[in-house]
């Protein structure tokens, strides 16, 4: 490790045309911020041998905003002097050796753009500016020229080094022009071509044009000069090339003989970094150049990434580059580069320095085009350094650009073995620390409150906590696991990474899962010291090294000590009495082991504390002990401590940072202040010790500088004292000036947030000044803000600082002390005041100003005026002589009587009103005592006020009152309703406030008033709560309409207005309200209406809770209950709509018996459910409600919970013994089924509560004429019906179970049972099947099947019913004569609106007639294709009728299924398997397909299966 101090500097500063720049010998700067950073390269940099030759060797400071152009003077001999111009409008001449201003000039008025040193001329500097104007400045004879060339802004001009009076300059339209300075700024030449910025000019470096061999011949054969004079050999004649490169993405080569191009280079765009550049996307681009000295035939270039491309220009008509550094991939800039420089060492290398956007400084040889090194840079505060305690010597830097730095301090082969962290980090990073055993883990804390983890060996995006904290993070630490993380004991980290946040939050987050929640210590605090108190908020935390014992410093200035494992509060020390920035332990290795026990802490106030904690640790005390005396005090520094670190190779020595701008040495045990270091030019931040060389430290400040230095080398053993020192100095340097700023070359910029401290919500005002690159922008300013908490425990008064190049004075204005930062802003807020002040102090208007007036009149008119008052004074009576010229001279009433004083009032009170002073009016009218009539007048010119009615009552009560009433109607014009109405209340009328607020809608206030001054039974405030209650109503404020109506003892009103949302949630509170006033009925119905919602969502368990809040709805709940058995016991055979994600009701589940048995026991155990008489309360009780019947178009949701509504009826009627009602339940489910045309439910209700058929019912239901013989006979039907669909599909397949054809059905609903059984359209469709030959089958299948069908051809016997035939057909032809008839009628309706509309002959109307009718006489009379009249369809109709009637009763109670369909299913079944169905059953079959199908749908099938 090299014993030399480092630095690691702020980065150059961005877009700017020249600033940077390097002379012979070896000496390089470049601008950064404020100031210039010098770099010595080459044998002169007497570094260690083998390490790169370079070292940063000084600043120049003195600007105090950004530097935009810098440059050397390169002649022979003043290689020492150099030029700087910045935004401070100065130009700046240097003496490098001693870094001081040799002399300035500030001729410019606006902001400086370019600056170049004559290369011919030793004393010439020519600059600038945004406006277009050029100052030529003579160094030696302190002289200037002022030129002004195009009203166009200037990017960048470059002397001649061939000529000294040539000048080339650049603009941001893209005009180039060469001038002559000599001849007051002559163009001599204006280059057209670029048509966007010129970023870069370079002469060619050889005069002449000879050197190119670009159309040669052209060139002999121009005039040697175009005004014939006779100098005619000057450089002018040879001519000489320039060349140019712009944003336009083209370099040109220009020919100062010819006056115009010769050569134009297009920007290659380079595949490289994971993909090419799309030519079309408009990519950020700065075009630098540099022409080298001993090879005129090359350029040099930079182009879009940070590639720099050697041009040969040898081949003008192809483009040949050759690519720096090409074989090793990664050397390259990253982003665009700003400026090249080239440099001659003392040994005669030929170098080239380039900066660029990505903040490095690299170093080319220009004999290998390869990377020599990278001096990196930073672009932010320094806020926190870490070294590694696995990885010796890795330094990890914390910066405001959104980058983490890892310093490789160690490394042999070069000093600046720096690597860059940017993925994720996203804003200024504010706290580091490395985990304690696991290589290359480094845990980032940021401004924005993000927490994460990085591997530094890897290439891989941080690990990011989920938990963000609300402000910036101030420090983390690594410590054990406190209990209350929630891990088991088998995965349980050896160590978790605890975060303390500006918002006073400690969490611990687990570094094997970041997704997870953190955990906020403070609640273990809190439980385990049974803490009742707020606790304080916290700003720092720190483990002892033996991970025992935590310290958290809080803002109050108070320490608290806790013990692990549950945190016990042990020790609480009241030192300091400011927020505490840092707490740091000492070391465990030491010379004796109780200073292992030594604590130091800093924080706003500049002294450090130090304690042992020895007695208190080891004593464990039982309650906390309050320690207010410290164990050594370290006074010396002049503001706050933001870090603090012992020495790892000393006993008991700490060193210090802090806001006094200087880092010190102390030791501790004696107290005594050993070396002070002065470096910085800003607020210390940060402050590490190196982990190897005891004289080593490392500290990071505001200035974006992080520097080794060496104890040994210090001058100083204490800090500065007093407020007359270094600071005021520093600050009189930096401080900026108060000028607005100006945004310089805003192309290419971007948003991006600003440099740190707690100023964040102030910072977006300048946050549009800078591109961004990695969450970094490089033009904003740095300035003082105000003190509260700093991030990472650290700085307070930093706002707004730049994040790089900021043209603000950023040095060692930061080193203000808190002090300081109050001073400066009332120094800028005495500006404001002095207006204010001026305005007090200024005369009040005069009451009486014609009066005064006219007594400063002339001396003449004053002396009258004794005389005409002398007279009026002595007369013995009145005189009009006398009364004129008192009238004439009014202001003299002032010395008469009353009667004139009134008329000098009279008057200068229409001269108040006539001038807009209507209040000197009033006051002038209350001096004569005439209060009302001032009243009258403000009155009537609406011009009342508060006073003037305050004054109202000294003219008497009633004229109070009428005051009052004139100045609320006053104010109701001008919309103040309110006052208006406390003023009426000021004079008891309550009713008229109130009906005032009423009126205009102002009804919360009204009833507050009505509420608090009348009676609690007038009938007003009822009003009023109805009124705003129905108006909320109507905006859909439904909860405060509620409000209202229970304010108005309408609780009903209330309840069901709260239900008119119709969402679970709001129907359930209105069930509840409506229960809790008594309204009982309405309190079941919406509780149904809840539990019928949470239905539809699935919430089982909701709905039955819903149900639980009203008595009377309990066989509604033995409804629910059957329905979700039903529902999970569909989604369990997969037959529901899709599988249910809601929970079930944790009810017992007998999955042994059967489904009814299933329902009986959860009604049992859940309801207590178990006697007769019970089931038959909730029948009676379910028996009230009515469901329409269902259709094809029911939601299958609510079909199902009327189905289930049926069936608990049928459940309750059996378990009471009444099978009657038990069948009629039971079929009135089933018919609900078959009308919606759901036959997957039909057949699921037949196994679920038919699992064994009907016989079982027949033995319970008594004799045969029994009033339920009718329905049981149905249900009979309908459930064979449902057997015989399943047998006929399973012939036509090889599964013999039930239950899978079940399944079958329900996949093939749509192409055979919706055919036949809903639209009952024949089986056309299933002719295919029936044309198919049978598929093979077992024998056991077939056995099964045979025995199935002669059950079958035994059931299927009742439903061949003929007189249930003939009721259909009745029924149908019924229903086909009525849609005739409808047909018709709509026919004639559309016959007759065409007549009327087209007003035509009436022949076409029979022809229109007959075709509509052939319709329906195709349904009914196919084969005599005859028109039907409408007695025919009468006459079908009265046979129809008459047939129905003449049917018994019984079969006309109870739907049954379609014969005809199960005729149509027994054939098809009887020609697939002839031996299923006998002869004499098709032979019926027939029969009543020929008697009965006489529809034409019936035809068209029976003909189709026997053609």
Request: aromatic share 8%.
């Amino acid at each position: 490790m090299g014993q030399e101090p480092r630095t690691l500097p702020p980065s150059p500063n961005w877009y700017c045309s020249r600033c940077s720049d390097a002379v012979p010998g070896g000496l390089f700067g470049f601008a950064a911020r404020t100031s210039v950073f010098l770099v010595r390269v080459g044998p002169g940099a007497d570094t260690i041998p083998g390490t790169p030759p370079f070292r940063v060797i000084g600043e120049l400071v003195g600007h105090t905003e950004k530097v935009s152009g810098f440059t050397f003077c390169h002649h022979p001999g003043q290689y020492n002097l150099c030029a700087t111009s910045s935004d401070d409008g100065t130009v700046k001449i240097w003496e490098v050796e001693a870094k001081t201003v040799v002399t300035e000039h500030a001729l410019h008025q606006h902001t400086i753009s370019a600056l170049h040193w004559s290369p011919r001329v030793k004393d010439l500097i020519v600059s600038g500016d945004e406006k277009g104007v050029v100052f030529c400045y003579w160094l030696n004879r302190n002289d200037s020229q002022h030129l002004f060339i195009e009203p166009r802004t200037i990017f960048c001009l470059t002397c001649s080094p061939h000529h000294e009076d040539l000048v080339a300059i650049g603009y941001k339209d893209g005009i180039v022009v060469i001038i002559d300075i000599s001849k007051k700024g002559e163009v001599m030449h204006r280059l057209r071509g670029h048509d966007d910025e010129i970023h870069s000019i370079a002469w060619c470096p050889l005069s002449g044009e000879d050197c190119l061999s670009i159309n040669q011949e052209e060139n002999s054969e121009e005039p040697e000069i175009p005004n014939g004079k006779v100098t005619a050999q000057t450089p002018v004649t040879k001519g000489c090339y320039l060349a140019t490169g712009s944003k336009d993405q083209t370099i040109r080569i220009w020919s100062c003989s010819r006056g115009r191009g010769v050569m134009t280079l297009k920007l290659p765009f380079l595949k490289r970094r994971g993909g090419g550049v799309d030519p079309t996307v408009k990519e950020r681009l700065w075009l630098t150049l540099h022409w080298p000295k001993d090879q005129p035939t090359q350029l040099v270039s930079s182009c879009f990434g940070g590639e720099l491309l050697l041009w040969d220009l040898t081949q003008s008509w192809r483009r040949k580059y050759t690519l720096f550094s090409g074989s090793s991939e990664g050397q390259n800039h990253s982003r665009i580069v700003f400026n090249l420089c080239p440099l001659q060492t003392e040994e005669d290398k030929q170098l080239l320095l380039s900066i660029s956007m990505d903040r490095d400084v690299k170093c080319w040889d220009m004999a290998t085009l390869e990377c020599c090194w990278t001096l990196p840079s930073l672009g932010g505060f320094a806020y926190s350094l870490a070294f590694s305690p696995v990885d010796t010597g890795c330094l990890a830097i914390g910066v405001g650009d959104g980058m983490i730095r890892v310093w490789n301090t160690l490394s042999i082969k070069n000093n600046y073995d720096v690597k860059n962290f940017w993925q994720g980090v996203k804003s200024k990073v504010t706290a580091l620390c490395w985990h304690p055993t696991k290589e290359g883990c480094l845990a980032f804390g940021t401004d924005d409150g993000k927490v994460g983890l990085y591997d530094t060996y890897s290439n891989k995006p941080p690990q990011i906590s989920s938990t963000y904290h609300k402000k910036t993070v101030y420090s983390l630490a690594w410590g054990p696991p406190v209990p209350a993380m929630a891990l088991g004991e088998g995965d349980r980290p050896s160590l978790t990474l605890y975060s303390c946040g500006g918002e006073g939050i400690v969490l611990q987050h687990n570094p094997w899962k970041l997704s997870g929640e953190a955990f906020d210590i403070n609640k273990l605090i809190r439980d385990t010291n049974s803490i009742k108190y707020k606790l304080p908020v916290h700003t720092e935390i720190s483990w002892k090294a033996d991970g025992k014992i935590m310290a958290l410093g809080n803002e109050d200035g108070s320490i608290e000590i806790f013990k692990v494992p549950n945190l016990k509060l042990i020790c609480t020390i009241q030192q300091h009495h400011k927020l505490v920035n840092t707490i740091s332990w000492h070391h465990e290795h030491g010379s004796q082991p109780e200073l292992s026990y030594l604590m130091a802490s800093g924080s706003n106030n500049a002294v450090i504390y130090v304690h042992n904690l020895q007695t208190v640790i080891e004593s464990n005390p039982e309650s906390p002990v309050t320690i207010t005396e410290p164990y050594r005090t370290l006074s010396g520094h002049t503001a706050k401590i933001t870090s603090l670190a012992w020495s790892p190779h000393h006993d008991g020595r700490l060193v210090s940072a802090s806001y006094d701008g200087t880092a010190q040495v102390w030791d501790t045990l004696q107290e005594e202040p050993l070396c002070n270091f002065r470096g910085h030019r800003g607020r210390l931040l940060c402050v590490a010790w190196s982990p190897l060389d005891p004289d080593c430290i490392y500290s990071g400040a505001d200035d974006f500088c992080v520097y080794k230095w060496l104890t040994s080398m210090q001058e100083h053993s204490r800090p500065p004292q007093g407020k007359k020192s270094i600071e005021l100095e520093k600050k009189r340097l930096s401080q900026p000036k108060p000028k607005p700023k100006k945004k310089k070359k805003p192309t290419l910029r971007v948003p991006v947030k600003q440099e740190l401290c707690d100023g964040n919500e102030e910072e977006s005002v300048k946050e549009s000044l800078g591109p961004v690159e990695n969450g970094v922008s490089d033009q904003e300013t740095e300035e003082e803000a105000r003190e509260p908490e700093p991030p990472c425990g650290v700085t307070s008064a930093v706002s707004k600082e730049p994040i790089i190049c900021t043209p603000a004075a950023l040095g060692f204005e930061k080193s203000k002390s808190t002090i300081n930062n109050k001073v400066t802003l009332l120094k800028k807020d005495v500006p404001k005041e002095k207006p204010e002040a001026l305005i007090k102090k200024r005369k009040a208007r005069s009451m009486l100003p014609l009066s005064t007036s006219l007594d400063h009149r002339s001396k003449e008119e004053l002396h009258q005026d004794c005389l005409v008052l002398a007279t009026a004074k002595h007369s013995k009576g009145p005189s009009e002589d006398v009364s004129t010229d008192l009238e004439e001279r009014f202001h003299l009433g002032l010395f008469t009587d009353r009667a004139t004083l009134y008329r000098m009032i009279e008057v200068e009170g229409k001269s108040h009103l006539e001038n807009g002073h209507p209040e000197l009016f009033h006051q002038l009218m209350l001096w004569k005592g005439d209060l009302k009539g001032v009243l009258q007048t403000a009155a009537e010119r609406g011009e009342l006020t508060d006073n003037l009615v305050a004054m109202a009552p000294v003219a008497g009560y009633h004229v109070w009152v009428w005051a009052v009433e004139a100045f609320a109607k006053q104010l109701c014009f001008q919309d103040q309703y309110v006052k208006a109405a406390s003023h009426l209340l000021s004079i008891h009328k309550v009713y008229e406030a109130v009906e005032l607020l009423k009126s205009n809608h102002f009804y919360r206030e009204a009833i507050a008033i009505a509420k608090a001054r009348l009676r609690p039974e007038d009938p007003i405030i009822k009003d009023l709560y109805l009124s705003w209650g129905a108006i909320l109503e109507k905006d859909g404020h439904y909860a405060l309409a509620a409000k209202c109506y229970l304010g108005a003892t309408s609780a009903y009103d209330a309840a069901k207005v709260l239900a008119k949302k119709g969402d679970a949630a709001s129907l359930r509170t209105a069930a509840e309200l409506a229960s809790i006033v008594g309204e009982n009925e309405l309190s079941a119905s919406l509780a149904l209406r809840c539990a019928q919602e949470l239905l539809l969502a699935r919430n089982w368990v909701g709905a039955q809770e819903a149900l639980q809040l009203h008595t009377s709805l309990k066989g509604q709940r033995l409804v629910f209950c059957l329905l979700e058995l039903l529902s999970k016991h569909l989604e369990e055979k997969q037959l529901s709509e899709g599988k249910s994600s809601f929970s079930y009701n944790a009810w017992p589940a007998d999955s042994e018996g059967s489904f009814v048995e299933r329902v009986t026991a959860v009604w049992k155990s859940t309801f207590s459910l178990d006697s007769p008489e019970q089931y038959q309360a909730a029948f009676q009780q379910l028996q009230k409600i009515k469901y329409p019947s269902a259709t094809s178009n029911t939601p299958s949701k609510q079909l199902l919970l009327h189905i289930c509504h049926d069936l608990t009826l049928a459940v309750l009627s059996q378990e009471a013994g009444s099978w009657d009602a038990a069948v009629e339940g039971l079929l009135r489910a089933v018919i609900r089924s078959y009308d919606s045309g759901n036959f997957t439910i039909m057949q699921e209700v037949h196994s679920a509560f038919l699992p064994q058929g009907c016989d079982h019912l027949r033995g319970k239901l008594g004799d045969h004429q029994s009033p339920t013989t009718p329905a049981f006979k149905s249900l009979k039907a309908f459930f064979i019906y449902g057997r015989l669909y399943e047998f006929w599909w399973s012939l036509s397949g090889p599964c013999p179970e039930s239950s899978v054809w079940v399944r079958a059905a329900h996949r093939s609903k749509t192409s055979t049972e919706q055919s036949l059984e809903v639209d009952r359209v024949s089986p056309e469709e299933t002719d295919p099947k029936a044309s198919q030959p049978e598929p093979s089958r077992t024998p056991e299948l077939d056995v099964r099947l045979i025995e199935e069908g002669e059950q079958m051809q035994n059931a299927c016997k009742e439903l061949l019913s003929e007189k249930h035939a003939d009721l259909q057909n009745a029924q149908r032809t019924v229903a086909e004569v009525q849609e005739t008839l409808g047909e018709m009628i709509r026919q004639h309706q559309k016959s007759q609106l065409c007549k009327s509309t087209a007003n035509g002959p009436d022949k076409n109307e029979p022809e229109q007639e007959g075709e509509s009718l052939s319709h329906p006489q195709n349904q009914c009379k196919e084969e005599k294709n005859e028109p039907v009249s409408l007695p025919e369809l009468t006459k079908r109709l009265t046979e129809a009728n008459e047939r129905i009637a003449k049917l018994p009763e019984s079969i006309k109670t109870w739907p049954f299924p379609d014969v005809l369909e199960c005729c149509l299913i027994l054939l098809h079944v009887g020609s697939q398997c002839p031996s299923f169905v006998t002869q004499e059953m098709q032979q019926q079959a027939q029969e009543l397909l020929q008697k009965y199908g006489n529809t034409k749908v019936y035809k068209r099938h029976y003909q189709t299966l026997y053609t």
